[in-house]
């Protein structure tokens, strides 16, 4: 009888799933014992690093992937990390080592008391397998569970003491096992939509990450065009799903129920795709939709249809209902939307550079199809304004704004996306929550192109002090960091650019570089 251990390696390879990202402590060695030559150890220094480089792998690979942590203490570091999954809809398989079943009763060191109900409610599923030939059974149904719609995290705690134990006599009938979506709309439902959408007299679409995660970019922009209709980004963009030049395209919609409300007057017919309806943030209560108009709403996440506070909700699969949709779209009679004008180039003050002006020269010199992972929270209106993205999986932002994201995703969206660069946008603030994840860059010579922008402030929350009118408060400057010395002391090389020149030099050097290279830029604070 193959043991656990054995058993679970060749499931794992069986579900692609042969990168680990980890950071190990007593209880996982039994799981590491004998680690298979084409598996690859992934190590981040903390867990949150962890699991911000599996999220970015995931997101940008578009599979699950796999992670495995220490015990409850590894797990906790981890939380932070898990927000964003969640919101994210990342398939992420989340492992954590547990002490000998023996052991547990009496709380022994390393115990992860009620594992199951750690990560609750950031994850899909959580179990700890009743006993040891149950272990491989629940990683499959763990591996199911992360990559079924809507995708997510899920969690399993393994004992140490399983790994050597005995598989089931059919635990290699998982090998082979698959389950699938097999959710697409009816044919009456299709017809339906279609007729709503082709009675509107202005309509408009509001699209969301999930467009983009399942890759239906091109299928968004032929119905923006069909219809000629204007398109948004739903608020708090997580990824980028239409070609930020396209005539049609007017911006990321505010995070705020009156502010929202107001860019969307006129239409009568809101049809917001893949995305929660809507993920506000700042408090400007007031009406969900303008006078006069309707929403529908297509997402696979039956919670994101059900927690709406407005419209008429389609749960199935947006990439098959938006082909649906397409073959029974006719022409209508409307103008295509005018483009919005450029934004104009901004003056820099001596000593350090407009944010304006760094995103004007990435769009210059970064390649076409470079990806963006942006973690600086006051630019992100003007990074949209600025920056070019034409293909899918483009861009990535922590989806509950979760800090600590954006280092990390970069290098996990690097090692699944090996022909095309990564460039990490990171705030001075953010890039100190999971600072480590330059070593793991170094180390594996993983070469993301790190900018970050030194304004010596948490430059949104500055803006938000005013929103709620709180006046002066401790806490929000940075000052004192020197990030050219952080990255050299884990193994990264680092560039400081205060001048336009400069920074294209060392943008130049960074993009045909095989290795990580960081650049501080000293820049201005500007609104978000
Ligand atoms: N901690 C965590 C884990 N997530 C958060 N979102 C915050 C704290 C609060 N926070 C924000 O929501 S924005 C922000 C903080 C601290 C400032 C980020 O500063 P930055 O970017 O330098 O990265 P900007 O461009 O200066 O705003
Ligand atoms: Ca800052």
């Given at each position: 009888m193959p043991s656990v251990h054995a058993i679970t390696y060749q499931l794992l390879r069986r579900r692609g799933l042969t990168t680990v990202f980890g950071n190990p402590g007593s209880n996982e060695l039994p799981f590491l014992k004998d680690f298979p030559e084409d598996f690859r150890y992934v190590l981040g220094l903390h867990e949150g690093v962890v699991v911000g480089m599996a999220d970015g792998y995931a997101q940008a690979s578009g599979r699950p992937a796999l992670v495995n942590l220490h015990a409850a203490a590894g797990s906790g570091n981890a939380m932070g990390a898990l927000t964003n999954a969640w919101y994210s809809h990342t398939p992420l398989v989340v492992t954590a080592g547990q002490q000998a079943r023996e052991m547990l009763g009496v709380e022994a060191m390393l115990a992860n008391v009620d594992a199951p109900q750690l990560p609750r409610p950031l994850v899909k599923w959580s179990y700890e397998p009743a006993c040891p030939a149950d272990v491989p059974r629940a990683l499959s149904q763990a591996i199911h569970i992360a990559g079924l719609p809507a995708r997510g995290p899920v969690y399993v705690s393994i004992p140490?003491?399983?790994?050597?134990k005995p598989a089931d006599e059919d635990a290699e009938a998982l090998l082979s096992r698959t389950v699938s979506d097999a959710g697409t709309p009816s044919a009456a439902q299709l017809d339906a939509l279609a007729q709503r959408l082709q009675d509107a007299r202005n309509p408009v679409l509001v699209l969301g990450p999930e467009v983009d995660a399942v890759a239906a970019n091109a299928l968004v922009a032929d119905l923006a065009e069909r219809l000629a209709v204007p398109v948004w980004v739903a608020p708090?963009?997580?990824?980028?799903?239409?070609?930020?030049?396209?005539?049609?395209f007017r911006g990321v919609l505010p995070a705020a129920v009156a502010g929202l409300a107001r860019c969307l007057e006129g239409n009568d017919l809101i049809v917001a795709i893949g995305t929660p309806v809507f993920r506000y943030h700042q408090y400007d209560p007031g009406r969900y939709l303008p006078e006069g108009a309707t929403l529908v709403q297509l997402t696979s996440d039956p919670q994101e249809a059900a927690r709406a506070p407005m419209g008429d909700a389609w749960v199935g699969d947006i990439h098959a209902t938006l082909e649906g949709l397409l073959t029974r779209l006719t022409a209508v009679d409307r103008p295509q939307p005018e483009p919005r004008p450029r934004p104009a180039a901004v003056e820099d003050p001596a000593d350090r550079l407009a944010p304006e002006t760094v995103f004007d020269v990435l769009d210059a010199l970064?390649?076409?199809d470079a990806i963006y992972v942006k973690e600086s929270t006051s630019t992100v209106t003007v990074f949209w304004e600025r920056v070019e993205m034409r293909h899918p999986g483009s861009y990535f932002f922590p989806a509950a704004g979760g800090l600590g994201f954006g280092m990390p995703a970069a290098v996990g969206v690097q090692l699944a996306s090996p022909e095309r660069r990564v460039i990490g946008v990171i705030g001075d603030g953010s890039a100190?929550?999971?600072?480590?994840a330059l070593w793991t860059a170094a180390q594996y010579r993983i070469p993301v192109v790190f900018v970050i922008l030194r304004n010596d402030t948490y430059g949104a929350l500055r803006w938000f002090t005013r929103q709620f009118d709180a006046g002066e408060v401790p806490g929000l400057d940075v000052p004192g960091l020197d990030f050219c010395s952080l990255a050299r002391g884990y193994g990264v090389e680092a560039r400081f650019t205060s001048r336009r020149e400069e920074f294209e030099d060392a943008l130049r050097d960074a993009l045909t570089a095989d290795t990580p290279t960081l650049i501080e830029v000293p820049t201005t604070t500007i609104e978000p």
């Open positions: 140490h003491d399983d790994w050597d708090s963009a997580s990824r980028c799903p239409f070609p930020t030049r396209h005539a049609s970064a390649p076409e100190n929550y999971a600072i480590t």
